[in-house]
Structure formats: C-alpha cells, structure tokens
C-alpha cells in the first residue's frame, strides 16, 4: 500500500533551571516538514537527528580507494551515462521532467546508433575484462535519480519493451510515499530478467538517505566528527536498506544536487561505508577503462528539453584525467 507522504515531527526542548530549585520548563516546537522536492535545485536542506544505528556510522577513519587493474590495451571504451529524472505525460513539462514521448524516442536513438546500454555496474566488467568492447563500440548507461513512482509505472515498461537495462538511485526515507516507488516496486523491477540467462537488468543505488547536500551542508554541524557521522548515517542506512530488498554485490552512490564531487569527506564516507563508486553530475563521457573515474563517474543529465542528438559531441571529446582528486594512502 502506498502511504502518504510526511515526516515526523522535530522537537527543540529548552530547559532552564534555577539555581537551588527542582522546577524546570520544558518548551516543545513543532515543525512539520513535506519531503523536499529532489529535482529543486533550490530547495532547503532539513535538519536530520543524527540516530546511528551501525557501528561503521561511528568510524571517522580515512580510507585508501581500491587499487584496480584495468584490463585497457590502450583503446578507448567511452561511456556516456544518462541522468533522467521523471518520466510524464503531460503535454508542458518541468525542467526536470522527460516526457514519456521523448523518452521512447531517447531509447530509439541508443537503438538506431547502435549504442550499446549496459548497467553502471557492467563498467566494472569492462575494466576487468568480462566484457570485452568491440573496436569504435560507444556505451551508454541509463539511470534515473530520486525513485519516483513514473520510474515504475512507465520507464520500466518501456525498458523492457526496448531490452535496455538501467539503474535507479532512490531516497530511502522516500520509498512508499506519495509519488514515490515502493519497496515491492523496486523488488519486482530488481528480480527482472529477460529469461535468457541473463543478469538482472535493472539495479538500484542509493541517493541517500533524505537527500541533503553532503558537501555543502558541512558547516551545519558544530565540529567535523557530527558531520562525518552525518555522512556515514546517510550512506550507510540507505545503503542498508536497499540491500534488504536488492539481491546485488556493487552498490553506486549518486550525490544529491552533484554535491560533493570532489571533497575528500563525502568520497572517504562512501569508501568506508562499503560503495563501489559515485555517479556525480560532472557533464561528460569517459573513458571505461579509466579506473581513476570509478568514484567521480562523470554524466549528462536529460532534461525536459534535451536534445539527444547532442550524444556524438560528448563521444568525440572524452574527459581528461586531469582535475581528479588525488587521495592520500594511509
């Protein structure tokens, strides 16, 4: 059953006393707060009481970056991932919406210039050598952020139809409500298969927890370990949480608002709480056997009025590697 939409409501107590006396006050404020709207850029960040619920959410350790052997000879796989939001119907559509016409005629245009689809996590098995690119082959990945119930009732259909696989970032603390997927949604879209022995095509990755902004939200908090443990609660629990209704090995992180690309803090936090890489918001295609990239994916966001045939200028020019955050080994 879907339920509606709300948050429960945050209490400030204020208490004084006075010296000598056993009376106090207590002072309670109520704030009812609607879900922010994840495709508003501008819209304000919620406070979030900062409950752990795992020990990882305690560690404040700084982590090194997996060492991964590419297995490249040199030739290019250039990937191009495509951010999608909602999927509508409506004839006048916001900046963030696709609407279901487009969206068909996107799948259309991957089909007709014979650009491969493949998952975020099938990167990994190019860079391993599982998947071995043919010469001048060009890879795109289809995801969409925030977990809206648009995703269920029309993409998944029509990805279907098409036989392209995709992966979906959802907010945790979104799933169920209004105009969201529900977790039996997301296990049905989870299980699919095609029935040829194939892998299921479509995963699912975390958005967070509540959606904040992980970088910019850091001067929120009063010194850095409430802010590390901030980071760890909303990528830990909502890493968590999908796996309970996932059957997946690698989990991707995409940061809210593309916030947090390059700060140390947000990508240690994703290291140490267990993510196989980041999908951020950085225009572009990449290089797959580029290993550096894993935690700063790179991604072209399709809009309301996206030309898609802008994809062959992305292709031709391949982000360089310079302007990756060089991590320090400890």
């Known amino acids: 059953m879907r339920k509606s939409s709300f948050h429960l409501p945050w209490c400030v107590f204020f208490l004084t006393t006075a010296l000598f006396c056993n009376a106090c006050s207590v ?14 850029s ?11 619920s795992d020990p990882i959410e305690y560690d404040t350790f700084v982590p090194s970056l997996p060492v991964l052997q590419s297995a490249g000879s040199g030739t290019p796989a250039p990937v191009l991932i495509l951010l999608y939001h909602n999927i509508t119907e409506l004839s006048a559509p916001g900046t963030y919406d696709r609407r279901l016409q487009d969206f068909e005629s996107d799948l259309n245009y991957l089909k007709d210039n014979n650009i491969t689809v493949i998952r975020l996590s099938d990167i990994l098995r ?52 209004t105009d969201y997927m529900t977790w039996e949604e997301i296990g049905e879209m989870a299980s699919y298969s095609p029935g040829n022995g194939q892998q299921p095509f479509f995963e699912f990755g975390s958005h967070t927890v509540d959606h904040r902004s992980l970088a910019y939200d850091a001067s ?17 629990q909502s890493k968590n949480a999908i796996l309970e209704h996932v059957n997946q ?61 802008v994809l062959p200028d992305y292709y031709e020019q391949l982000l360089p590697e310079t302007g990756l955050l060089k991590l320090s080994v400890h």
Request: no cysteine; aromatic share 14%; glycine share 8%.
């Open 27 to 40: 002072s309670i404020q109520n704030q009812n707060a609607t879900p922010e709207q994840p495709h508003n």
């Open 249 to 309: 090995t690698n989990i991707f992180l995409a940061l809210p608002y593309g916030d947090g690309a390059y700060e140390e803090e947000v990508l240690y936090a994703a290291v140490r709480t267990g993510y196989t890489g980041i999908r951020t918001s950085i225009y572009g295609a990449f290089d797959a056997y580029n290993t550096n990239w894993n935690y700063h994916l790179p991604s072209v966001a399709i809009l309301g009025p996206t030309d898609i045939g």
């Open 220 to 236: 929120t908090f009063p010194d850095k370990n409430d802010y590390i443990l901030f980071l760890n609660m909303e990528l830990n």
């Open 126 to 177: 190019i860079q391993s050598g599982e998947i071995i690119p043919e010469e001048g082959q060009q890879f795109a990945v289809i995801t969409f952020d925030d977990g809206y119930f648009s995703q269920y009732s029309k993409a998944f259909l029509l990805l279907k139809e098409y036989s392209m696989p995709a992966t979906f970032f959802i907010i945790t603390s979104f799933v169920g409500t």
């Open 42 to 52: 501008d819209a304000e960040s919620k406070i979030v009481e900062l409950t752990p």
